[in-house]
């Protein structure tokens, strides 16, 4: 089998939002590359913590008895609760006996955003939190069933975008296809640049990091975020807004990663990610540094500009990136 999702951004491409059939109801999901749990509000919660979602009702006869899971996410967000076996199905491709982690308790950001009803985590499934049973992402368990095993996400700046399962659409990008191997040691879809671009400035220096649709920004290791911003003018390193600001207006160079010796471009009107205040006088950067993190992480900044092919179907996992 093989299908398609459309996947619509939020505000500013802060996330981006698929309709996934769980149980029989359609729930509003981020799918996140940076974790591995299905999980999504239930009728267990507290109105205070679900008023203005979309829940999934529980059901004891399809109830994994003694599984709980509890995520907690590298922005301070976290969820929790029991879990269930039920069918779900994305894009037309069905899971029959999924693990839906149906949560208790969601920390306040989750309440906050209410186009969001849960997640469907596609990092590898070493990385679920289910215990004692740990469980097996959507892809891990309709992977064999797919045409090609693989899943492509094709985000697009203001939408509509999609998530193709099973196959490549080469409609959706310009040029080739460029692979780089991923060591998935870390649960993650961790792989490592041979380079980066500013502008049409080539360094050879390598950046690893993990392809994560569920974060917005793109984040790199603060040296080169230093040298990127050392070309904008009015840039502004800011407490008070937690990152580097510029005056909305500000020419930005555009940034690329070299991946198998070809140029992957971020436009820059990509990298002005929004303005931080109603006047519109400094806008937030798209990118941002990486410093504490392990990786830098390749979200939605970079992850618009490309056709990300997250693919299993090797010996080795691999992702491929099209320019769109
Ligand atoms: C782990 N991927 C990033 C992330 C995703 C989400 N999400 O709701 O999809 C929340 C926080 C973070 Cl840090």
């Given at each position: 089998?093989?299908?398609?999702?459309t996947t619509t951004p939020?505000?500013?491409?802060?996330?981006f939002?698929t309709?996934?059939?769980?149980?029989?109801?359609?729930?509003?999901?981020?799918?996140?590359?940076?974790?591995?749990?299905?999980?999504?509000?239930?009728?267990?919660?507290?109105?205070?913590?679900?008023?203005?979602?979309?829940?999934?009702?529980?059901?004891?006869?399809?109830?994994?008895?003694?599984?709980?899971?509890?995520?907690?996410?590298?922005?301070?967000?976290?969820?929790?609760?029991?879990?269930?076996?039920?069918?779900?199905?994305?894009?037309?491709?069905?899971?029959?006996?999924?693990?839906?982690?149906?949560?208790?308790?969601?920390?306040?950001?989750?309440?906050?955003?209410?186009?969001?009803?849960?997640?469907?985590?596609?990092?590898?499934?070493?990385?679920?939190?289910?215990?004692?049973?740990?469980?097996?992402?959507?892809?891990?368990?309709?992977?064999?069933?797919?045409?090609?095993?693989?899943?492509?996400?094709d985000l697009i700046?203001g939408g509509p975008g999609e998530?193709?399962?099973?196959?490549?659409?080469?409609?959706?990008?310009?040029?080739?296809?460029?692979?780089?191997?991923?060591?998935?040691?870390?649960?993650?879809?961790?792989?490592?640049?041979?380079?980066?671009?500013?502008?049409?400035?080539?360094?050879?220096?390598?950046?690893?990091?993990?392809?994560?649709?569920?974060?917005?920004?793109?984040?790199?290791?603060?040296?080169?975020?230093?040298?990127?911003?050392?070309?904008?003018?009015?840039?502004?390193?800011?407490?008070?807004?937690?990152?580097?600001?510029?005056?909305?207006?500000?020419?930005?160079?555009?940034?690329?990663?070299?991946?198998?010796?070809?140029?992957?471009?971020?436009?820059?009107?990509?990298?002005?990610?929004?303005?931080?205040?109603?006047?519109?006088?400094?806008?937030?950067?798209?990118?941002?540094?990486?410093?504490?993190?392990?990786?830098?992480?390749?979200?939605?900044?970079?992850?618009?500009?490309?056709?990300?092919?997250?693919?299993?179907?090797?010996?080795?996992?691999?992702?491929?990136?099209?320019?769109?």
């Amino acid at each position: 089998v093989s299908g398609s999702a459309t996947t619509t951004p939020e505000r500013f491409d802060s996330e981006f939002l698929t309709p996934v059939m769980v149980g029989g109801t359609t729930l509003m999901l981020n799918i996140d590359t940076g974790s591995s749990d299905l999980w999504v509000f239930s009728n267990q919660l507290p109105a205070s913590e679900s008023t203005g979602h979309s829940v999934y009702t529980v059901n004891a006869a399809k109830k994994l008895v003694g599984d709980t899971f509890s995520v907690s996410f590298g922005d301070g967000s976290s969820a929790s609760g029991n879990v269930f076996a039920d069918t779900v199905v994305v894009g037309g491709v069905t899971a029959t006996r999924q693990a839906v982690e149906a949560a208790t308790s969601v920390s306040a950001s989750f309440t906050q955003d209410t186009n969001v009803d849960g997640l469907m985590g596609l990092a590898f499934s070493p990385l679920n939190t289910v215990q004692p049973q740990q469980q097996r992402t959507f892809f891990d368990n309709v992977k064999s069933t797919l045409d090609t095993a693989l899943f492509a996400a094709d985000l697009i700046s203001g939408g509509p975008g999609e998530y193709d399962f099973g196959f490549i659409d080469t409609a959706k990008f310009t040029g080739t296809l460029d692979f780089s191997p991923v060591d998935n040691s870390l649960g993650l879809w961790e792989f490592t640049t041979s380079g980066y671009a500013i502008g049409t400035t080539r360094h050879a220096t390598a950046i690893n990091g993990i392809a994560d649709t569920g974060t917005t920004l793109l984040l790199l290791p603060s040296a080169i975020v230093t040298a990127y911003y050392a070309q904008v003018k009015g840039i502004q390193n800011s407490t008070q807004f937690g990152g580097f600001i510029f005056p909305c207006n500000a020419i930005l160079p555009t940034f690329s990663l070299i991946i198998d010796s070809k140029l992957h471009t971020v436009p820059s009107d990509f990298l002005n990610f929004a303005p931080v205040d109603a006047a519109n006088t400094n806008c937030f950067g798209g990118i941002q540094s990486a410093a504490g993190l392990p990786f830098s992480i390749f979200g939605g900044i970079f992850l618009k500009s490309q056709y990300a092919v997250f693919d299993m179907s090797q010996a080795t996992p691999r992702i491929g990136f099209g320019q769109q």
